[in-house]
């Protein structure tokens, strides 16, 4: 069964930091662009950072960038995302999927609209005092 599973998320205090894993399984993952989004309540789903199957080229949305960085454990099958300087803005339910787009740009492709198969169920971050 080809499925994506997201975890690591939790409440933690500004400026703290987390990791999220996005585990899969009935495939390789090395052999896909990957992706992790977030969707805050109210708003709409949005690419957070990206990473691109050759080369490992990523993508950074501006507003985590410095802070976060995602990587992958081809060994693990499992896909990061290491988020430090938390802030209160961050809070959101995080998901990771694959992303198609081999002809496009990192940051062209880090959009939930070229994501592939159905959304898992994400993994809730909460920066809160």
């Known amino acids: 069964q080809v499925q994506l599973v997201e975890s690591g998320g939790g409440l933690v205090q500004p400026g703290g930091s987390l990791r999220l894993s996005c585990a899969a399984s009935g495939f390789t993952l090395d052999s896909y662009n990957i992706g992790w989004f977030r969707q805050a309540p109210g708003k709409e789903r949005e690419g957070v950072s990206c990473?691109?199957?050759?080369?490992?080229?990523?993508y950074y949305a501006d507003s985590v960038k410095g802070r976060f960085t995602i990587s992958r454990d081809n060994a693990k099958n499992t896909v990061y995302l290491q988020m430090n300087s938390l802030k209160p803005e961050d809070t959101a339910v995080y998901y990771c999927?694959?992303?198609?787009?081999?002809?496009?740009?990192?940051?062209?492709?880090?959009?939930?609209?070229?994501?592939?198969?159905?959304w898992g169920q994400g993994t809730q971050v909460t920066v809160s005092s």
């Open positions: 990473l691109r199957r050759s080369g490992g080229t990523t």
């Open positions: 999927a694959v992303i198609s787009g081999v002809a496009l740009t990192v940051q062209a492709m880090c959009v939930p609209a070229r994501a592939i198969g159905s």
